[in-house]
């Protein structure tokens, strides 16, 4: 049973760049929520996804948008990057929520420098 | 609106030591409680999850953890610390917002085991 995969691992782009992280969630999941975390910081709620809509967002600027596809699989992208931007970006699956509370599954990450 | 407040950014304890790893949380809602480990360059593991059943979780690798309403806390305890317990636990906090998870993690608590 595959978990949560994230590609690519590390990537490097320079400020102003635009930028695309790529999430597929664990099977039989169908939520996915995108997490950043700085160095030396607990990981931030970005946003989340279901059927193909964003339900929830964090504090982050329009800069940062998502897309989910129909296989349930989720893009982030980061618009006008800057050096704040720098994190390890976090995806994570989980079932709709239903009533209860189900357990998210978080990926490796993506790490991203912004030079 | 929930929060995490975990004390202690780093803690130390030699190898066969109790570890105690602290966690506060606020919620108005009733919340459910988690605790991630995290190894350098990784993603979030899930240790164990409160859900409103048993008070005191057991989770994985010997860890368990106490829920205490009046004290608004959910501790993370080993017994006894392994070498391979030397990593990042983040503490989170998750309430059912319009139908789906909101999730605040506190900023971690690195631990060092020492030989």
């Known amino acids: 049973d595959a978990g949560v995969t994230q590609s690519p691992t590390h990537l490097i782009k320079t400020r102003g760049q635009q930028v695309t992280l790529r999430c597929s969630p664990k099977?039989?999941?169908?939520?996915v929520s995108w997490y950043q975390q700085a160095l030396g910081q607990g990981p931030q709620f970005i946003f989340q996804?279901?059927?193909?809509?964003?339900?929830q967002r964090g504090n982050f600027p329009d800069r940062f948008s998502g897309h989910q596809f129909p296989n349930y699989s989720s893009e982030l992208n980061v618009n006008a990057l800057l050096l704040g931007d720098s994190a390890l970006y976090l995806c994570?699956?989980?079932?709709?929520?239903?009533?209860?509370?189900?357990?998210?599954?978080f990926g490796p990450g993506t790490r991203l420098t912004v030079l | 609106a929930q929060s995490v407040t975990q004390l202690g950014s780093h803690v130390s304890v030699s190898e066969g030591a109790l570890v105690l790893l602290r966690c506060n949380y606020s919620?108005?809602?009733?919340?459910?409680l988690f605790w991630y480990v995290q190894y350098p360059n990784q993603g979030l593991q899930l240790l164990l999850k409160?859900?409103?059943?048993?008070?005191l979780v057991k989770g994985i690798n010997g860890f368990e953890a106490e829920f205490k309403k009046s004290e608004t806390s959910f501790h993370l305890t080993k017994p006894s610390a392994h070498m391979s317990d030397a990593a990042e636990y983040f503490c989170?906090?998750?309430?059912?917002?319009?139908?789906?998870?909101?999730?605040?993690f506190g900023t971690g608590t690195k631990l060092q085991v020492i030989p």
């Open positions: 994570a699956s989980s079932t709709p929520l239903g009533g209860r509370t189900d357990t998210q599954y």
């Open positions: 099977s039989g999941h169908d939520t």
């Open positions: 996804y279901y059927e193909e809509e964003e339900r």
């Open positions: 919620s108005s809602v009733p919340p459910y």
């Open positions: 409160y859900t409103s059943a048993a008070t």
């Open positions: 989170a906090v998750t309430v059912n917002s319009g139908g789906y998870q909101k999730v605040t």
